[in-house]
């Protein structure tokens, strides 16, 4: 069935680096896709969005990358802080109830 | 409340013993939506509410496992004959209405079935 996955299950930075984590999307009807970030005991927390007729988006300290072509998605961050240590989820919204399906997920972990 | 709250935090059961997990979401949010998270994984859909109708219940992986939410707010995720493979976090995330993206989740139910 469709699915969205992650390449990397974990990525180390130095603090102060950028980070770039990486998903690939199959479906390729989907139009909408989200990033959460979550940390141990928490829900996941929403960090940028991006629709599938825009190729980059920006926010604070955050991009997201579309690439429809190959069906493949990024989340830059910059000057990663030790606050980003979490695991990010990529997300791909739809179906007839608009729900989430996620990927496993990449572990950040910011080095000192 | 500010956020969506969900309890217990934390429960503890025996195989076979019914569990109840309770999801209070943001006041005025129409939609709902359960999620399983098992550790290691991305949250999986389970079932959707639209106002007090459950309006998509296809994540649900049997029928041990039931939601209702009788007033369009409060719902309540009820598990049967509890298995050691129902352990995981279960998820919910409320927003305005279906097709609004602005979802938020809860901290979520850890359930442990011993």
């Known amino acids: 069935g469709e699915s969205v996955g992650l390449h990397l299950p974990t990525l180390s930075v130095q603090e102060g680096d950028n980070s770039i984590i990486n998903c690939a999307y199959s479906n390729s009807a989907s139009d909408y896709f989200i990033w959460y970030k979550q940390e141990s005991g928490k829900g996941p927390q929403f960090i940028i969005d991006i629709r599938s007729n825009m190729d980059k988006r920006q926010g604070q300290r955050v991009t997201v990358l579309l690439n429809k072509t190959v069906k493949h998605l990024s989340l830059q961050i910059a000057a990663t802080q030790p606050g980003d240590s979490a695991v990010y989820f990529c997300a791909e919204n739809s179906g007839s109830a608009r729900q989430l399906t996620f990927g496993s997920g990449t572990q950040l972990t910011v080095l000192p | 409340g500010a956020g969506v709250s969900q309890t217990p935090s934390n429960k503890v059961t025996e195989k076979g013993k019914y569990v109840e997990l309770r999801c209070d979401p943001i006041?005025?949010?129409?939609?709902l939506y359960w999620y399983r998270q098992s550790l290691g994984q991305g949250p999986e859909f389970l079932i959707y509410f639209q106002g007090t109708g459950a309006a998509d219940d296809s994540g649900l992986p049997n029928d041990r496992f039931f939601a209702v939410r009788p007033e369009g707010s409060v719902s309540t995720l009820k598990i049967q004959r509890t298995e050691r493979g129902d352990s995981a976090v279960y998820l919910c995330?409320?927003?305005?209405?279906?097709?609004?993206?602005?979802?938020?989740f809860g901290s979520g139910t850890r359930l442990t079935v011993v």
């Open positions: 006041s005025g949010h129409t939609a």
């Open positions: 995330a409320s927003s305005l209405d279906k097709g609004n993206y602005g979802y938020t």
